[in-house]
């Protein structure tokens, strides 16, 4: 497709469950990042992907998250042992090459802990 | 930290142009203004980015003040769909930056 797919559109989990949230970037894009979006508020940033480095994973909240993007292409971020505080939005964006006009965002995936 | 400050909303009449301004008082050199909207369920859309000067595209201008501290995003006739969050970000252009946002600006465009 002409942009970034993610999928689940939706997810609903029970606490202590894992998930994976899937994120097809647009094809031939070297950059990837991951985003938090709680309610309310902005995204904030989680971690990014350079092809298959993952060269910055500093916003990641906790070691129960766990991102990778094995053939630098399709990337999948994890949530092991989901809380009710990890319910938000997880966003993915990917750029030709560093961004500098402008990422192109996914719809998103509505993740809901209960 | 977001470097920016917006107003937590704004109305604007429909055909009439929308004018969002932003202050990026601790701007450096070597970094650059960026705006994003995003509409409700979607992800954020970027807009247009600047330096020093002004810019326009097919979507907006942005009005960026000499000494750089504030800068203007404008929409030339709202309409309806322009209803969204608008995020001033300021970032460097390095390659691998990534982009942090604020909580932004909550624009409705009144019929």
């Known amino acids: 497709g002409a942009g970034v797919s993610q999928s689940p559109r939706y997810k609903v989990a029970k606490r202590g469950q894992d998930v994976a949230l899937r994120c097809d970037p647009i094809?031939?894009?070297?950059?990837l990042f991951w985003y938090q979006q709680a309610l309310g508020q902005g995204p904030e940033f989680l971690t990014y992907?350079?092809?298959?480095?993952?060269?910055?994973k500093s916003g990641l909240p906790s070691d129960r998250f766990f991102a990778e993007r094995p053939e630098g292409s399709v990337s999948t971020l994890k949530i092991q042992r989901t809380q009710q505080e990890d319910s938000a939005v997880y966003l993915c964006?990917?750029?030709?090459?560093?961004?500098?006009?402008?990422?192109?965002f996914g719809s998103g995936t509505r993740l809901t802990v209960v | 930290d977001a470097k920016t400050t917006q107003p937590t909303s704004m109305d604007c009449a429909e055909g009439r142009a929308a004018n969002l301004p932003c202050n990026h008082s601790t701007i450096s050199g070597n970094e650059y203004v960026y705006w994003y909207r995003q509409i409700h369920s979607q992800g954020p859309q970027y807009i247009i980015h600047?330096?020093?000067n002004n810019e326009t595209n097919e979507m907006a201008s942005l009005i960026i003040t000499e000494d750089r501290k504030s800068s203007t995003l404008i929409l030339p006739h709202a309409t309806l769909r322009d209803t969204a969050v608008y995020y001033c970000?300021?970032?460097?252009?390095?390659?691998?930056?990534?982009?942090?946002f604020g909580t932004g600006t909550r624009l409705t465009i009144i019929p």
């Open positions: 970000i300021v970032r460097e252009n390095f390659g691998n930056e990534k982009l942090t």
């Open positions: 992907f350079q092809n298959e480095a993952q060269l910055d």
């Open positions: 094809s031939g894009h070297v950059s």
């Open positions: 600047g330096l020093k």
């Open positions: 964006a990917s750029s030709l090459t560093g961004g500098n006009y402008g990422y192109t």
